[in-house]
Structures are given as C-alpha cells and as structure tokens.
C-alpha cells in the first residue's frame, strides 16, 4: 500500500474569506490627487454690506502622508496637503474672485474593516493646522464705483477632517485607494487691501468648507501579519480504510513567505521520520497561495513553498525520486 503524504505550503488566513485583505502592520506611505469643491463662504467687508465667495468650478487637490499601522486595522499618519480654487463674488451689485489656495498639515486617526472581499473599507478623523491665502482678490461694485484689490499672505486656522474610504489590493504592499474628504477650516479670517480711492479697506472670510474626491495609492513596507482566530492545528493524520493508511501533513507559512518556519520544520521532520518506517511509493507536495497579488505572483510563491518543503524534505533522507510537485497558486487558496 501507498504512504501518501500531501504537505500543504498555505497561507493563514484570519478569515475564511479566500481575498481578504491583511491589516497594516507597521510603516506606511501614501499619497492621493482629485478634485476638491470649495462651499460657498461668507464675505463681509469692514465698510458693511455681505457678499459670498463661490467656487464655480472644481479645484484641486492634492496629498502625501506617512503612516504607522498596529496589525489590528488601526492606523495614525501624518498628511501634508494642498488645495487650489479659483472664486468669484456672489452679491448684488458686486463682482470679483480671487485665487485661493490651502496647504497644511493633518495629524489623522483611522480605522480598516475587515472581512471583505478584494477591498478594505475605512473611516477616519484628523486635526490640524492650515494656511489660506487669498491670491488676486478684487472686489468690484457698481453705486458708488470702486475697486478693493489685494495679494494677501498665507492667514493660518485650525482644521479638522472627516475621511471615507476603500482601499483594493493590486500587488503585495500595495493599494489603490479612492476616498471622501470633509474639511472644515474653522476659523474666520480678516484680507486686507487697497481700494481705488487708495484708502485701506479690509474683508472677513467666514470659515471654508472643502470636500474632495481623491485616488491615490499607499504601500506598506511591513509584511501584514497573519492573524489566526485560533491556535493553528497540530498535524492530523488522515486514516484511510487500508492497512497502511495515507497521511496528510498541513504546513503554514508567514503570508507572502516561502522560508520554512520552526513549527514547519517540526512538521516536515516528522512525515520524513514516518516515510521511513513504512514502504512509501509516493509523496505528494502540494503548494498553495491566498488571492492577494496576482495570479502569476500567486502561482510562483506556491511553486516556491512546494520546493522548499520538498528541498527539506531530501534533506532528512527521504528519496527525491519519491516526491512529486503541485503548486496551485491561488486556485485552490
């Protein structure tokens, strides 16, 4: 009779989702672009009167953040960022605009849902502080005619932020993200300039509102752990009805590994020691991926998990002519 000993080089997975994503754990990098739509705020000049500066077209948005991730879908980064609009004057018998820019840094808090599918979604909040500048303001009015213009310095205001996003797997370490961006500068603050009478005059900016659309991509340089809900399985055996009953030994590797760990090796060694004792005619290796990655990049880690537990398995003296390699990539994770 056939000793039959299939050593499984798998991944573990924390769910029995065969694409779940893993949590980061450890340093990470990012970086977004999109388009950032600026709320209508409120204009009142020192003089009296209120007007409103709109954006009537989308501005844009741009960022790059460094992060740390706990391996328990927390994370905390840092993000620089940056916002340009172009506005005009809402207000009867008034015209003008002006270019306005935001740049600042955000200290942001966020967490990942597990359990999905091929994507990972995420909320977030952050804090922080901003510059605004009001680049070519002019304000026009009609009765009595006169011209307020100015090139103002950057004024500085307290921010916050709310973020919503998912975040889809596209190699090992790296992500396309697309996500939602609130952010609410939250202070009022005062532009000063010249009018045409040559007279100072100055106007308050209420506070702005910026929400953006983003895509960007993040990678993680720390290989996510593999969490397991419970203790991995000690090697079973599989008794077939027949005298010599076929074995079946499950090894885990660390995900996106292929070297043999201590506890594989414990394992290996021991259906070695068994394929010793009994007439074995063959011995099956199979190797196996999860779905993160591609299917190439699946396929050769799987071929090089087999190898390595065969390699290993010659090593303590079983014959090489006795073992056969199957690695079924991310067919059978």
């Known amino acids: 009779m056939t000793l039959r000993k299939a050593l499984l ?17 450890g340093l ?13 705020t409120k204009a009142t000049p020192n003089g009296g009167g209120a007007g409103h500066l709109a954006a009537p077209k989308l501005g844009l948005d741009g960022s790059a953040s460094v992060g740390y991730g706990y391996g328990n879908g927390l994370r905390g980064e840092l993000e620089i960022f940056g916002i340009n609009n ?3 004057v809402k207000s009867k018998g008034l015209t003008g605009g002006s270019q306005n820019y935001t740049y600042g840094l955000m200290a942001n808090g966020l967490y990942d849902f597990s359990g ?19 680049s070519n303001f002019s304000v026009v ?24 996003g998912v975040a889809v797997p596209v190699a090992p370490q790296l992500a396309l993200t697309v996500d939602y961006r609130l952010l609410d500068k939250v202070q009022n603050n005062t532009f000063g300039g010249t009018t045409s009478t040559g007279g100072r005059s100055e106007v308050k900016i209420g506070n702005e509102l910026n929400q953006s659309i983003n895509l960007g991509l993040r990678y993680a340089f720390g290989a996510a752990p593999a969490p397991v809900a419970a203790p991995a399985p000690a090697p079973a055996a599989m008794v077939a009805p027949a005298p010599a009953p076929a074995r079946s030994y499950l090894v885990f590797f660390d995900w996106d590994k292929a070297d043999l760990t201590a506890r594989a090796q414990q394992i290996i060694a021991e259906a070695a020691k068994n394929a010793t004792r009994v007439a074995t005619t063959r011995i099956d290796v199979a ?9 190439a990049y699946n396929q050769t880690l799987s071929l090089a998990r087999a190898n390595n537990v065969a390699a290993e398995l010659v090593r303590l003296g079983v014959a090489k002519s006795a073992i056969s390699i199957t690695a079924f990539g991310d067919t059978k994770p």
């Open 116 to 134: 999905f599918s091929g994507f990972t979604p995420y909320v977030g909040a952050g804090v922080g502080y901003v510059g605004l500048q009001e």
């Open 86 to 88: 172009s506005t005009k």
């Open 141 to 164: 009015t009609s009765s009595p005619a006169s011209t307020f213009s100015g090139k103002n310095g950057p004024r500085g205001s307290f921010a916050a932020q709310g973020i919503a």
């Open 287 to 295: 190797g196996h991926a999860d779905k993160t990655g591609t299917a």
């Open 9 to 25: 080089a798998a991944s573990v997975l924390a769910l029995p989702v065969a694409a779940s994503a893993q949590p980061i754990d």
């Open 28 to 40: 990470y990098i990012a970086g977004t672009v999109g388009a950032n739509d600026l709320s209508s």
